[in-house]
């Protein structure tokens, strides 16, 4: 008899489409991947609201959600509102408590209401945001990468990020984050699988990590 396939739905970070998972490679026999993207919030859409509208795209029961940094937040609050075989977060938050102090800077002023547009006129300020360098040395993969540039889209996601509540880690997520992640630099603490060299973007230059480690993670 066949195995069984599971279901592996990748959720990209902010701004970017998910073809930053290009790379990443599963057993076939066991594994298949869908790549989820970001669509373009309501007005006045709350996370845990936009969380069960993408629920919606998830075609199977019992599968893997794994999301890269502001994915990474996303994919813990849908594994609230449906059950999963596992949940992996890569380069990001366990709880607001992670985040650094210029994001909570920005939620006590209120700042973030005008930063989106300044990012969607600027992919160099767009890059530093969404991956933690500026594109200098990197401008074509950032331009193939960060797509996702309506100004609606961006209020709402940074707004998101800054004033997300959550106050502990996820129980029974697998964290997984680099210890040179410019981001999120604060995210190595307590229950964490550490890559070392791993920066903010290392689903995509340490893929030979991941495809090597995903499928016994998926199996613990």
């Known amino acids: 008899m066949k195995n069984q396939l599971t279901h592996v739905y990748l959720m990209p970070g902010m701004a970017a489409n998910p073809s930053i998972f290009e790379y990443i490679k599963l057993p076939e026999d066991s594994y298949k991947i869908h790549w989820l993207e970001w669509q373009i919030p309501n007005k006045n859409e709350t996370l845990l609201e936009y969380a069960q509208r993408m629920c919606n795209f998830i075609k199977y029961s019992n599968v893997v959600l794994l999301g890269v940094s502001f994915g990474g937040i996303l994919v813990q ?17 366990k709880s607001h408590n992670e985040l650094p102090k210029r994001l909570k800077l920005l939620k006590v002023t209120k700042a ?3 930063l989106p547009t300044q990012i969607v006129s ?15 040395k990197r401008v074509d993969l950032y331009k193939k990468y960060l797509s996702v540039n309506d100004k609606t889209y961006l209020d709402w996601a940074i707004k998101q990020v800054v004033c997300w509540d959550q106050e502990e880690a996820h129980p029974d997520a697998v964290y997984i984050h680099g210890d040179n992640d410019a981001v999120f630099p604060h995210s190595c ?11 903010h973007i ?3 230059n340490k893929y030979k990590w991941f495809n090597e480690n995903l499928p016994k993670l998926i199996e613990l």
């Open 112 to 114: 973030y209401n005008i």
């Open 77 to 93: 609050e849908m594994s609230k509102l449906i059950k999963v075989k596992k949940l992996i977060v890569v380069s990001s938050v």
């Open 122 to 136: 600027n992919i160099d300020v767009l890059a530093k945001y969404a991956f933690g360098e500026t594109i200098k």
């Open 189 to 199: 603490v307590g229950n964490c699988i550490v890559i070392k060299g791993g920066t």
């Open 202 to 204: 290392m689903i995509i």
